[in-house]
């Protein structure tokens, strides 16, 4: 009898992946399923819990937020099918310091608190891990940002290293106790919380006592070298006195690496930017990677038209912009003819396999066995077949990609409830609305193509080079979507420093680095709205328009109101859910003091939210919410885009460290008297005030960027904040050090642009 969704998504849940099989059975068979409607409101912060207790994702989407120690607790985070959250609430009593609400309609899996208790006597390995994951999700913050200095971790998306935080778990460690031995496989790789570990080595045959070579503090991570490699660990590790740390154990390690394409081009980004002997031994795995099985995508479509036009089309797409091999399988019914010969176009092959439901599932597998070390990526394209045909082949899909013009349409079918879903809308038929919440109208990490199927299924020859120039610009987002090959761009606030966000944004252009995705806040804000809407254009309205940003800033103080209709007098009245380029404005509720996304409604308006600086500006109100300036909280939002699907994320903080004072101010008279006057000086108080809150900024701002591959931290500029009229000088000033960020940003995305594997050129017998 095959398992139903609800015991599926316990089974597959990453973070219950320490349990035995057995103990995940037990906890499947304690938790209660719970539908819930788009906005409802599971807790509200600062209020005692109606339903105390764990919740599992099933299917929708919940948006959780945290009050905490650490600056990510005290933002939202979205979380989708597999994700547990709630951990805090079943753990602690008292009012609840963790606020959730669905994003959409969600089926919801809900151990409540008695049943946990009851269920920690029988498997007390789950409160330990549901105490590691309260833990890390406060370390989170420094846990990424010491990843990213890893050798491991450093070429791996932010999602990829957000997916090893939720399956980590936390050892404590006695004083002397050896963590890992010399010549010995690696367990993992670890992350040192508290405490100081020793690191020795002995000579190979020697008796001599082991020679100390380092020191780990917090922050600092280890045993990633020899994980990579798999070669025995170079050193011994053992912990001076009590220590704790976070550990990702090899299997997790390697399950990642086996089913993600994305990890993989880590893996070779690694091996083909080191420079010592640990290259070598990563090169050896070239040839392991390239019989590694491709990732399959089944493409279902909810439009009128052949899902097979966009299907070929993507195939091509993902072979001329990164030179994957791809297999592309239809599935016609039995009937008359014979199965027809594959067909082989460039690195594009064509496979048409004749199957009825009952044997679907063994001649798909047959299929991708014999083929798919071949190839990075199989589309499967299932036109018109029924939940009897997609429940066989369930097992063999990573991943659906769901066409659409609904943006909040289900699947068309039941039983693919548990594979991973990318909503692809074509746009033009949803309405918008016409309000600003943040409260979503669209699926996160949705896709936006500016396509007609009904169009494109006419054609009869789907070749690419045919297409219109917005045709082949959302298929080639659409190829980064389903690869995992996203670029986001954080644009951080500070007022009209900000014009040098319109130089970073024009030379990753210009550079042929693409823009998927934007958030920003304040000033980053306007920048974001006006690159989104129109590209290159827009660098013009905004260096010309100081005058209006001017009275926009000065009106605002009366009411916000002014700068909003600012961005709606030059952009139109356009909303947020249809823009190709999702651009997603970042306010702070002070009603909750958490920091909100605003992904629908006019766009005007949800500049407006982010851009209104408490105590100056008026707020804007929506359903309960009070939003204001977005930097308050969070100055460079990069975490919104890696909640939004973005694999390469690019900061840009532009609040520059004040430069050292050439000359400090001195007492005017000597003694006591002297300095008592001089410190009461109110010009001193605002000069210390200014720049002390300049300190904060860039300080903040290079802090809340843990979560981004590379960060453009903007040099001093002598001009002030306010100030508009100096936009060309400004972005003028900006270009020696972008051009020094964009060599790294063009290096990481021709790395990640590029495929996982080096594979020989496609021939037939490749599919025989």
């Given at each position: 009898m095959p398992a139903s969704p609800d015991?599926?998504?316990?089974?597959?849940?990453?973070?219950?992946?320490?349990?035995?099989?057995?103990?995940?059975?037990?906890?499947?068979?304690?938790?209660?399923p719970r539908d819930v409607s788009a906005g409802a409101v599971l807790w509200r912060i600062g209020e005692a819990p109606r339903d105390r207790g764990l919740y599992l994702v099933v299917s929708g989407e919940v948006s959780v937020a945290h009050h905490g120690p650490t600056r990510s607790s005290n933002s939202s985070r979205t979380v989708g099918p597999g994700s547990l959250f709630g951990e805090r609430?079943?753990?602690?009593?008292?009012p609840s310091v963790v606020g959730a609400r669905a994003l959409t309609p969600a089926r919801l899996l809900l151990l409540t608190r008695d049943r946990f208790d009851a269920l920690v006597a029988e498997i007390p390995a789950l409160r330990t891990v549901l105490d590691d994951l309260d833990l890390l999700r406060d370390l989170e913050p420094e846990v990424l940002a010491a990843m990213r200095r890893s050798a491991l971790a450093r070429h791996f998306s932010p999602r990829t290293l957000a997916e090893l935080c939720t399956v980590a778990d936390v050892l404590d460690v006695a004083a002397d106790e050896p963590v890992l031995r010399q010549g010995e496989a690696a367990p993992g790789f670890f992350f040192v919380i508290s405490g100081e570990l020793k690191v020795t080595v002995r000579a190979e045959g020697s008796d001599a006592p082991p020679v100390l070579v380092d020191t780990l503090h917090p922050g600092d991570v280890f045993g990633d070298v020899a994980l990579i490699t798999g070669q025995p660990q170079p050193s011994t590790v053992t912990a001076w006195g009590p220590a704790r740390l976070a550990r990702v154990r090899d299997d997790a390690y390697r399950k990642m690496l086996e089913v993600s394409q994305t990890h993989r081009r880590g893996v070779r980004s690694l091996a083909d930017t080191a420079v010592d002997a640990v290259a070598a031994q990563v090169a050896l795995g070239r040839d392991e990677a390239q019989h590694r099985p491709a990732?399959?995508?089944?493409?279902?479509?909810?439009?009128?038209?052949?899902?097979?036009a966009v299907t070929s089309l993507l195939a091509q797409t993902l072979a001329a912009d990164h030179d994957d091999h791809v297999m592309v399988v239809t599935f016609p019914r039995p009937g008359g003819a014979a199965q027809p010969a594959p067909r082989l176009d460039g690195n594009v092959a064509y496979v048409e396999l004749v199957t009825d439901d009952a044997s679907a599932a063994a001649r798909l597998g047959e299929l991708l066995d014999r083929t798919t070390r071949h190839f990075d990526y199989v589309l499967l394209d299932a036109a018109e077949r029924g939940d009897a045909f997609l429940s066989a082949i369930e097992h063999r899909v990573d991943r659906v990609v769901h066409l659409t013009h609904n943006t909040w349409a289900p699947l068309p079918t039941h039983a693919l409830a548990q594979v991973p879903v990318l909503h692809a809308v074509l746009l033009g038929a949803p309405k918008p609305r016409r309000e600003v919440t943040t409260m979503p109208t669209m699926h996160s990490g949705t896709v936006r193509l500016r396509l007609d199927l009904d169009t494109l299924s006419r054609r009869r020859a789907l070749r690419l080079a045919s297409v219109a120039p917005h045709e082949r610009a959302s298929l080639a987002r659409l190829a980064r979507a389903v690869s995992n090959r996203r670029v986001g761009v954080?644009?951080?606030?500070?007022?009209?420093?900000?014009?040098?966000?319109?130089?970073?944004?024009?030379e990753m252009t210009r550079a042929g680095v693409p823009v998927d995705l934007v958030a920003g806040c304040s000033f980053g804000a306007v920048v974001g709205a006006y690159w989104c809407a129109l590209g290159e254009q827009s660098i013009p309205t905004l260096v010309h328009g100081a005058g209006a940003l001017r009275?926009?800033?000065?009106?605002?103080?009366?009411?916000?109101?002014?700068?909003?209709a600012m961005v709606e007098r030059h952009l139109g009245h356009l909303a947020l859910e249809t823009l190709e380029v999702p651009?997603?404005?970042?306010?702070?509720?002070?009603?909750?003091?958490?920091q909100r996304a605003v992904k629908s409604g006019p766009i005007g308006r949800g500049v407006r939210a982010s851009g209104s600086f408490p105590g100056i500006f008026s707020p804007v109100t929506s359903r309960g919410a009070r939003l204001v300036d977005g930097g308050i909280i969070n100055n460079v939002p990069e975490d919104v885009l890696v909640s939004e699907g973005a694999d390469l994320v690019v900061a840009s903080n532009i609040v520059s460290s004040p430069a050292a004072m050439a000359h400090v101010p001195q007492p005017l008279f000597p003694g006591r008297a002297g300095r008592f006057l001089h410190e009461l000086n109110p010009l001193g108080r605002m000069s210390d005030l200014v720049r002390s809150t300049l300190i904060l900024m860039h300080s903040a701002g290079s802090r809340d960027a843990h979560l981004a591959d590379i960060t453009y931290n903007a040099e001093p500029v002598p001009f002030l904040p306010w100030d508009f009229s100096h936009g060309e000088e400004t972005m003028r000033h900006a270009e020696p050090e972008v051009a020094r960020v964009l060599a790294e940003i063009r290096d990481a995305w021709q790395h990640l642009a590029r495929p996982a594997a080096h594979r020989e050129a496609l021939v037939a017998a490749h599919l025989e």
């Open positions: 015991s599926k998504a316990v089974e597959q849940c990453p973070s219950l992946r320490r349990l035995t099989a057995a103990e995940r059975d037990r906890v499947a068979a304690a938790m209660s609430t079943i753990l602690s009593d008292g990732e399959t995508r089944l493409i279902l479509s909810s439009v009128r038209g052949s899902s097979f954080a644009l951080g606030g500070g007022g009209s420093w900000g014009f040098a966000h319109l130089t970073l944004l024009r009275n926009a800033a000065f009106g605002s103080i009366v009411s916000s109101v002014a700068l909003g651009f997603f404005p970042v306010a702070t509720d002070v009603a909750t003091g958490t």
